[in-house]
């Protein structure tokens, strides 16, 4: 089981009011999505919609690398020291 | 063919002579300097905070500048972005592209701004007389709507239907017998 640490940018940081958070007890990425709503409560409403799905204005990326496909999640394994970043789509320019 | 995002960005002399260098065969260069405006979505915007990661967002302008250099054969390409707090007037970004011809340089220009600001993670928000905003949504710049062959201006990118209706309610007080609309969005894939 991984222990991770998850961070947040932009205003999903400022809505959440956390940086980063660490979590541990995990096997998936999706298993760490259910680990971050029940740990932010009601603040988790800037990543997820009201059914659990993530909001489709949010990237999530494992050590550098996008991950794309909501469905797979549960394929996705997690190792210890992974980082994972949890942002919304740019708005540079 | 180079990026970069950072507290400071490269002088424009300096990218000049880095992409002429870059061939003999170079016979233009174009380049684009975003510039922190004052009137943004109405309000009095009196500097931007601009946030990235940073990584993430290197990567991605690298995946833009060979995407673009091989799309439309370009010579060299420098995409620089700035971060942190920017006053008005400051430059935000800068595209510089070498071509054989302008033509290309050109069409490759305006796809890269559009790619840069709707596909890097770097993130801005406005610090205005009336509050703070993130800039949560950049839509495409090349939305026309022409109303009997006139080209609409859309007042509010971030609700466009309604823009189109309150656009639509105008023409008819004014017109009313004829109405041909033409919608065209741009989209590069």
Known sequence: ?93 | MRVRVGNELSEIGKILEELKKSSENVGAITIFVGVVRRESRGRNVNKLIYEAHKDLAEKFLGEIASYVKNKYGLIDVILEHRIGELSVGEETMIVGIASKHRAEGISALEETIERIKMGVPIWKKEVAEEGEFWIKDEYPSRLQILINGKEARIENKENIFNSLINLLEGTLRTSPEKIRIRISITTYD
């Open chain 1, 1 to 93: 089981m991984a222990r991770v640490v998850v961070r947040f940018f932009a205003w999903l940081r400022e809505e959440i009011g956390v940086s980063e958070i660490v979590l541990d007890g995990l096997g998936s990425l999706a298993d760490l999505l259910s680990g971050i709503r029940k740990s932010l409560g009601s603040r988790s409403g800037a990543i997820f919609e009201d059914d659990g799905s993530l909001r489709n204005n949010v990237i999530i990326a494992i050590n550098n690398r996008i991950v794309s496909s909501e469905g797979s999640f549960e394929k996705i394994s997690l190792r210890d020291g992974d980082i994972i970043d949890i942002m919304p789509l740019g708005s540079g320019g």
